[in-house]
C-alpha cells in the first residue's frame, strides 16, 4: 500500500470533486494508475482503491456506468467516444479502479 497523488488516477478536478461527493466510486483507465491498498487524498478525505482489474468495455454495465458519473452504458459510451477520440470496440480492455472512503487509521 502507498500514497498516491488524486491526479493520477482522477486527472480532472471535475472526477476528483464527483468522487469528493460520492457520485463517482470507480474510473477505468488505459492501464494501471494504482494498486489495491493504495489511498489517496481529495480536500482532507481519504479514500482507498479496494479493486483494480483489467477487464473488456463489453462487460460494462449501466451499474458500472453510474459508479463512473453517468446515467447510462449508452450515455457512458458516448462520453468515452468523445473524450477520447475513439470508437468503441466490445474488445478493447481497460483497467477498472474502484475506490472508497478509506476507514480512519488506528
Known amino acids: 500500500m502507498s500514497t498516491i497523488d488524486a491526479a493520477d488516477l482522477l486527472p480532472a478536478e ?3 470533486q464527483l468522487a469528493l461527493e460520492g457520485e463517482i466510486t470507480q474510473l477505468h483507465r488505459g492501464d494501471p494508475h494504482a494498486a489495491e491498498g493504495d489511498r489517496f487524498e481529495i480536500d482532507g478525505t481519504t479514500f482507498e482503491v479496494i479493486e483494480v482489474r ?3 468495455l463489453g462487460e460494462l454495465t449501466d451499474e ?3 459508479a463512473e458519473g453517468s446515467p ?3 450515455a457512458y459510451r458516448r462520453r468515452i467516444e468523445r473524450t ?6 466490445d474488445d478493447h480492455t481497460a483497467t477498472l479502479h474502484r475506490f472508497e472512503p478509506a476507514e480512519p487509521a488506528g
Do not use: Q
Open 84 to 89: 477520447h477520440g475513439l470508437e468503441w470496440d
Open 64 to 66: 458500472d456506468a453510474r
Open 54 to 56: 483489467e477487464r473488456r
Open 72 to 74: 447510462d452504458l449508452e
Open 14 to 16: 471535475r472526477l476528483r
